[in-house]
Antibody, heavy 115, light 107 residues
Framework: EVQLLESGGGLVQPGRSLRLSCVAS????????MSWVRQAPGKGLEWVSA????????YYADSVKGRFTISRDNSKNTVYLQMSSLRAEDTALYYC????????WGQGTLVTVSS | DIQMTQSPSSLSASVGDRVTLTCRAS??????LAWFQQKPGKAPKSLIY???SLRSGVPSKFSGSGSGTDFTLTISSLQPEDFATYYC?????????FGGGTKVGIK
């Protein structure tokens, strides 16, 4: 059974940083690209970032480019999202997602950016 | 960037109705389209990938069709557990993009 468990969310002040983690199980982790998708309260889904199975290729939405960094540690079956220069508009539930086609989703971790 | 437009944004239907949701891409995406169902307070769940391939474990009342720019998700006989918001997403090219969603409510 595929499981994706996100952590690292919380309340953070504007301009500060936060690192999200997603531990995966139930599949051969390094064979799959991974994505982060977010959902602001009461809003739709917004793709944030993706990383290839090897970690050699990364992709970002324009809204986070230059501020967020995706990475992975295949020895730990974990994908990360390092978020810096956080803004109020980054407030959202952040989901870890297997593959770019959204095969499986975690339950999400809530990030609230507020002073 | 490829824009994904879903219509309608909401609809009301009755149990047993056949419902068709539409998703249009601003440029051709071949069949690189997925559909998701999201219920309140829950993570999205994958229903369809590659425009028409049913995800394992998803009931056959769900079906997807289309290629290029125009896609549909059909629910053949709406049941109470199907009332939810449905999203399409293209994964043909980066940045990946979602449609705005269609909320299916009870008439």
């Amino acid at each position: 059974e595929v499981q994706l468990l996100e952590s690292g969310g919380g309340l953070v002040q504007p301009g500060r940083s936060l690192r999200l983690s997603c531990v995966a199980s139930g599949f051969t982790f390094n064979n799959y690209a991974m994505s982060w998708v977010r959902q602001a309260p009461g809003k739709g889904l917004e793709w944030v970032s993706a990383i290839s199975g090897s970690g050699g290729s990364t992709y970002y939405a324009d809204s986070v480019k230059g501020r967020f960094t995706i990475s992975r540690d295949n020895s730990k079956n974990t994908v990360y999202l390092q978020m810096s220069s956080l803004r109020a508009e980054d407030t959202a539930l952040y989901y870890c997602v297997q593959t770019v086609a959204g095969d499986y989703w975690g339950q999400g971790t809530l990030v609230t950016v507020s002073s | 960037d490829i824009q994904m437009t879903q219509s309608p944004s909401s609809l009301s239907a009755s149990v047993g109705d056949r419902v068709t949701l539409t998703c249009r891409a601003s440029q051709g995406i071949s069949n690189s389209l997925a559909w998701f169902q999201q219920k309140p307070g829950k993570a999205p769940k994958s229903l369809i990938y590659a425009a028409s391939s049913l995800r394992s474990g998803v009931p056959s009342k769900f079906s997807g069709s289309g290629s290029g720019t125009d896609f549909t998700l059909t629910i053949s006989s709406l049941q109470p557990e199907d009332f939810a918001t449905y999203y399409c997403q293209q994964y043909n090219s980066y940045p990946l993009t979602f449609g705005g969603g269609t909320k299916v409510g009870i008439k």
